[in-house]
């Protein structure tokens, strides 16, 4: 029975950081929590640096992850599109169609989503990693998370996509 | 039992607009629509690009929606490899490859799909946003759809995928 | 009955041949198969060159395939990132990253997975159509199969991912 008796769950691995997979992720898991379902989003990789404080202007621990960090700005609102991002300008004029269609961006769907009560994990093992600490990320999260967890949860959920 | 009474569903999010994924989108769709799958393919931001009829040549309804869809042409044939496209080239050989192979291109498959009865939905908010007009995609399709039909979709189907 | 024999399945489509998705293909793959999960890995297009053995430097039948693979070098040492690679330093900071803090290598983790009995299986298709041959890739692999079969799989599996 042990499955069947959550039959209302999404998880999302939300692996990508890019401008352009943050919104599904984000559109998906505030509309599954307004249908009702019980969403949890566990972030990794490179979806992990939108989670970012925006006055966090780098990450990291040491040379290298403070250099990765500086060329993958973190946080929702330096986010850059996967393609046509043209310095920039692609990922401007994104966001700019999507105000201008009542799409909201995607740090907004954000705290929707943790109005809503969808669980945003970050990925233990990153933040290891890229040398990121609790503190640099968002208010509202979950505790860290790491794959064994991220795997039980998607084995109780009805959907699970990787982003 | 709601959930049960559909037991043999897919549902595929076709988010990317690449050759190389519009592959394994058609052939899985084509592949379980024959083996008995009920499938339902929603293509949603880059992914609407090549459901856009061949002789439209640039969609969009504004500057900025006319010069995306100039940096990233419409429609099946147009559609580049998301690595080593090298310009066309890639995309040329890969093409080539596949014919040699007898593996059929996208837009063929497509045509399988749609006689085989996979249902293929635009994204309703992708289309506001870049300004496509549905007489400007390919017959056939199922009607513009949002993210809260796609999750109904996909919360009855036993395999969902996000490509 | 058939699909609920087997609840505790997971298929993943490894699609992408890049090093940082081969991460979370291999960490899943290994931390579901340690969690009691039955895992099929099904590696398709540029998720099968990582497959070919490290001493095969070139694959290919043809001057198209023998150059896509030149461009694209198979093995999982020289799997690239997806994005900020820089040329190889991107790669090499992450492998040190990940070194350092004691996170294995796909390659280490794909042994791992096979000791776990993890099935691993190469797409037919891509094997014909990039003229890679079954001599050429990593001993310990299921036999070649194509898109019904991963299609059956992904049917009785409680989780399928595509990556």
Known sequence: ??????????????FSGDLDKLWPTMILSSTGAASGLDVTVFHTFWGL????????????DNA????????????????????LNMGGAGKWMMRRLAGQHKVMPPEDLFDICLDMGV??????????????????LRPGLGEPAGAAT???EMSRSKIQLFI
């Open 1 to 14: 029975m042990a499955e069947d008796e959550s039959p209302d769950k999404m998880t999302i691995i939300a």
């Open 49 to 60: 640096f939108p989670l970012v404080r925006d006055d966090v202007r780098v990450t990291g």
């Open 64 to 83: 290298m992850t403070k250099m990765l960090a500086g060329m993958n700005p973190p946080g929702f609102q330096r986010a850059k599109l996967s393609k």
């Open 119 to 136: 669980k945003i994990w970050p990925c233990q093992m990153t933040m290891d990693l890229l040398g990121i600490r609790p503190d640099q």
């Open 150 to 152: 991220a795997l039980s």
